[in-house]
């Protein structure tokens, strides 16, 4: 395999796991909610290696020009896995207690993944490694969806929930445009 050929095995990883983790952890979670935990939980727990292993990806990408935003960016995938995945397992141990712990858990590590993805976004744009707008939709959204998972969390779920559009847009339109297109290397 040449290198080009492994660069964009890796982004076409990232990609996939950026758009893997969003659905892993969204059917689990619904799954869980309508009383079919074990199945839920298991899905949950693969949304949790995908985050890290995204973590652990990008981390080779970006080392070699950012290594203090890879380390950083590692350390926040791995906050995120181990917070979301410690809720699913309290969620399989007691599903009325461990639903509250949960939900806390998914909170903290939300805010972790939206403030510790903004050094991400900026060397993105930094970098180019992605286009400008799509770099900055990625800050702007990430910075809206650490706000709106405190504002979700205060109670206000429903400006929480329109807070989330743009950094889930980020995550999907990136997802797919490292499928499609990778990163740019120079």
Known sequence: MTPRTIDRTIDRTIGGLFLGAFLL???GSTLTLQ????PGVALMLANSLAVASI????RSVLAGDEPAV???YLITR???????GAGALFLLRDPEGGAVINAALYH???VILGLGSLPFCRALIWRRLVPAALGWLGLIGYAVFAAGMVADAAGYSTAGMVMLVPG????VIFGLWLILR???RT
């Open 108 to 110: 903290a590590g939300m």
């Open 168 to 171: 889930a847009a980020f995550e």
């Open 182 to 184: 990778g990163f740019s």
């Open 25 to 27: 952890y969204g059917i």
């Open 55 to 58: 973590g652990f990806l990008v």
């Open 70 to 72: 890879a380390r950083s």
């Open 35 to 38: 009383g079919q935990l074990q």
């Open 78 to 84: 791995i906050a995120e896995a181990v917070f979301l």
